[in-house]
């Protein structure tokens, strides 16, 4: 069975939660304590020397980086609607991976570690204003299309959605982002979406 390694707070643990839930995958959830050191453990350095999680084991393969394990679930277990083969809308997706560990990583996921974490070494301000530059970004992209890219959702959704929907968790509100608010609650109504701590699952009737 796959083994994921990860931590109820870590917008990129979850991350791979709702990917292996989007696929309809069973999966046993082994918890790392980040706040006592567990990642930096010799256990768990053997798994990822980073010290970092996600980790996702699947049979002889480890795999950390929740970008990398997006794409080997997409590649491994969906269709090519999650991960497309042909090298330019393959380039489209992977375009986001790319927003997500740089712009998205230096806005709203950096200024969540900062009020959540008191992560004191963050530059808020600057983290604030990468915050407003990406949700605005993705508020122009977003007003004339329902998903990131090719007209469905893919791993660029999933990759961009976490740190995105806890922004508020950072204090940046996204009331000044209607499309993007739109693009969560759509995201949200996926068969086998899942939420987290900060990110409530839609309500059912």
């Not at 990822?48 to 491994?76: C, E, K, W």
């Not at 996204?174 to 949200?188: F, N």
């Amino acid at each position: 069975m796959i083994q994921l390694y990860g931590h109820e707070l870590s917008g990129n643990s979850y991350k791979a939660k709702l990917m292996l839930s989007l696929l309809g995958l069973n999966y046993q959830w082994t918890k790392i304590d980040l706040l006592t050191g567990a990642h930096k453990q010799p256990e768990f350095l053997a798994l990822n020397p980073f010290g970092q999680v996600p980790v996702l084991v699947d049979g002889n393969t480890v795999l950390a980086d929740s970008q990398a394990i997006l794409v080997y679930l997409a590649r491994q277990y969906g269709s090519q609607s999650w991960l497309p083969l042909e090298p330019e809308p393959m380039s489209r997706v992977i375009r986001w991976l790319s927003t997500t560990a740089g712009e998205i990583r230096q806005g709203p996921e950096s200024t969540r570690l900062y009020h959540l974490f008191n992560v004191s070494s963050i530059n808020l301000e600057r983290a604030t204003q990468k915050s407003e530059f990406i949700l605005t970004q993705l508020n122009d992209h977003l007003a004339n299309r329902e998903w990131l890219e090719l007209g469905h959702p893919t791993i660029a959704d999933v990759a961009v959605f976490p740190y995105i929907a806890l922004a508020p968790d950072g204090k940046i509100s996204l009331e000044p982002y209607p499309h993007v608010q739109a693009w969560i609650e759509r995201l949200k109504h996926l068969p086998g979406f899942i939420g987290m701590i900060g990110i409530e699952e839609p309500a059912t009737v």
